[in-house]
């Protein structure tokens, strides 16, 4: 990891997708905390399974309408400004969580901490297209997301410990204050370099102004990744949401037990996303073509996490079931550096809106699964009929994929058409 930094430069763009890194570890952190403590808060709280999961689906609310908002946020007024306030909505919401009553103080904390994490990956997106060299794209959202799979990995039995010591209320008050890990050098760095550092020429087509976007003409182009992006977030929504619970509930084991599992299963997505990621970028490097290296590796990844949850769904054992989970989501997990670097692939100058609509999907998703998980464990008392759903959805996914087209550049009707030999899409690299 330390060596493929380096191949970024030391420089500006280095410390920028270092502290990107710590944003992505530490939002994760804030996403999975709640479904690790979940069987306690259900207790505490006298919750059934359908309703704690409609307080995972308010968080995917906000979240997801702010993927259009914030990615337009990004675009127009810089990631300096909109991360920075970003920060301070996630610490406050977290924070909130800690005091909860009921099932609506409940909902309206995770309310709140969709809008504060709302923007932030379209506006990270939109940073990364404006400092990361492009042949680096795939690697840099893959070395990105690897660190909030490491978010996940680490939480759950982060939060059996702070639980043991403190009860699952103070664990949130520590979270909140874990925040500042990243917010802190993020205002260090971008106010260091967001001022002084700008895209090459040839991105920019030799201006560093922000234009405006035309909003159906991008949102239609993007709407196949988006449809991809749904079918792969229902799955990553069921396993941050649900995969604790499973461990606790199904096998009957406790608290730490069912972290030690957990961990197990999202420590597979870390190897999984940063592999995604290199091998886009080795495939881009080798073929030259963007629809090889994007959309071929997301295919497999859709097809190996399809395959690997047949034993889940067919074999009631735990060690069975904890190495074929950690299997399908290390497969699920190769889809996010390519899908992740498509937006700005197709428009570099408009990413954190394209990301934004891209991310749309995803956000949908977390609307429906983490509800539509519980309520069907309620219904039929097992869980191998929402496992089957999510299996469903990763072949249409696979399927989906082939409507993407990475290798076709977004030209934006709004815009006048470049001079002669000028590129039609880039972006500025103001980070302000």
């Given at each position: 990891?330390?060596a493929?930094?380096?191949?970024?430069?030391?420089?500006?763009?280095?410390?920028?997708?270092?502290?990107l890194?710590?944003?992505?570890?530490?939002?994760?952190?804030?996403?999975?905390?709640?479904?690790?403590?979940a069987p306690?808060?259900?207790?505490?709280?006298?919750?059934?399974?359908?309703?704690?999961?409609?307080?995972?689906?308010?968080?995917?609310?906000?979240?997801?309408?702010?993927q259009?908002?914030?990615?337009?946020?990004?675009?127009?007024?810089?990631p300096?400004?909109?991360?920075?306030?970003c920060?301070?909505?996630?610490?406050?919401s977290?924070?909130a969580?800690g005091l909860v009553?009921?099932?609506?103080?409940?909902?309206?904390?995770?309310?709140?901490?969709?809008?504060?994490?709302?923007?932030?990956?379209?506006?990270?997106?939109?940073?990364?297209?404006?400092?990361v060299?492009?042949?680096?794209w795939?690697?840099?959202?893959?070395?990105?997301?690897?660190?909030a799979?490491?978010?996940?990995?680490?939480?759950?039995?982060l939060?059996?410990?702070?639980?043991?010591?403190?009860s699952?209320?103070?664990?949130?008050?520590?979270?909140?204050l874990l925040?500042?890990?990243?917010?802190?050098?993020w205002?260090?760095?971008?106010?260091?370099?967001?001022r002084?550092?700008a895209?090459?020429?040839?991105r920019?087509?030799?201006?560093?102004?922000?234009?405006?976007?035309?909003?159906?003409?991008?949102?239609?182009?993007?709407?196949?990744?988006?449809?991809?992006?749904f079918?792969?977030?229902?799955?990553?929504?069921l396993?941050?949401?649900?995969?604790?619970s499973?461990?606790?509930?199904s096998?009957?084991?406790?608290?730490?037990?069912s972290?030690?599992?957990?961990?197990?299963?999202?420590?597979?997505g870390v190897?999984?996303?940063l592999?995604?990621?290199?091998v886009?970028?080795?495939?881009?490097k080798?073929?030259?073509?963007?629809?090889?290296?994007?959309?071929?590796?997301?295919?497999v990844?859709?097809?190996?996490?399809?395959l690997?949850l047949i034993?889940?769904?067919?074999?009631?054992?735990?060690?069975?079931d904890?190495?074929?989970?950690?299997?399908?989501?290390?497969?699920a997990?190769?889809?996010?550096?390519?899908?992740?670097s498509?937006p700005?692939?197709?428009?570099?100058?408009?990413?954190?809106?394209?990301?934004?609509?891209?991310?749309?999907g995803?956000?949908?998703?977390?609307?429906?699964s983490?509800?539509?998980?519980g309520y069907?464990?309620?219904?039929?008392?097992?869980?191998?009929?929402?496992?089957?759903?999510?299996?469903?959805l990763?072949?249409?996914?696979?399927?989906?994929?082939?409507?993407?087209?990475?290798?076709?550049?977004?030209?934006d009707?709004?815009?006048?058409a470049?001079p002669?030999?000028?590129?039609?899409?880039?972006?500025?690299?103001?980070?302000?």
């Open positions: 990891m330390r493929r930094l380096g191949a970024l430069g030391l420089g500006a763009s280095g410390r920028v997708l270092f502290v890194c710590l944003l992505y570890m530490i939002l994760y952190i804030d996403r999975v905390n709640i479904s690790t403590s306690l808060i259900r207790s505490e709280l006298k919750l059934s399974n359908a309703e704690l999961g409609l307080a995972f689906s308010a968080f995917a609310y906000p979240y997801a309408l702010f259009l908002v914030g990615g337009w946020l990004g675009d127009r007024f810089g300096r400004r909109v991360l920075g306030l920060g301070i909505v996630v610490i406050l977290t924070l969580t009553g009921g099932l609506a103080s409940l909902i309206a904390a995770r309310f709140a901490l969709g809008l504060g994490e709302g923007a932030t990956f379209p506006t990270a997106t939109r940073a990364m297209a404006g400092w060299p492009e042949a680096r795939g690697f840099a959202q893959g070395i990105t997301h690897s660190a799979r490491i978010g996940n990995a680490v939480t759950p039995p939060v059996a410990l702070l639980v043991a010591y403190l699952w209320r103070g664990s949130f008050v520590v979270f909140a925040n500042l890990l990243w917010l802190v050098p205002v260090w760095v971008s106010a260091k370099d967001g002084r550092t895209l090459p020429a040839a920019v087509g030799g201006t560093a102004q922000r234009s405006a976007t035309s909003w159906w003409a991008l949102a239609r182009r993007m709407l196949p990744v988006t449809c991809v992006d079918c792969y977030g229902w799955t990553l929504w396993f941050l949401s649900w995969i604790p499973f461990f606790y509930d096998f009957k084991l406790d608290l730490k037990g972290a030690l599992f957990s961990t197990g299963v999202f420590a597979a190897v999984g996303d592999l995604g990621g290199m886009s970028d080795r495939i881009l080798r073929t030259g073509r963007l629809a090889a290296a994007r959309r071929n590796v997301i295919i990844g859709f097809l190996g996490a399809f690997c034993p889940v769904v067919a074999i009631h054992d735990l060690t069975i904890a190495l074929f989970l950690s299997l399908a989501f290390f497969s997990e190769l889809i996010v550096g390519p899908i992740w498509v700005m692939d197709i428009a570099p100058r408009h990413a954190g809106s394209a990301s934004g609509l891209m991310n749309l995803f956000g949908v998703a977390g609307i429906i983490p509800s539509c998980f069907l464990i309620d219904l039929t008392g097992t869980w191998t009929v929402p496992f089957a759903v999510s299996m469903g990763l072949l249409a996914g696979a399927g989906l994929a082939y409507r993407m087209r990475p290798d076709e550049p977004f030209i009707p709004a815009e006048p470049p002669d030999g000028e590129l039609p899409a880039g972006a500025s690299g103001d980070l302000a």
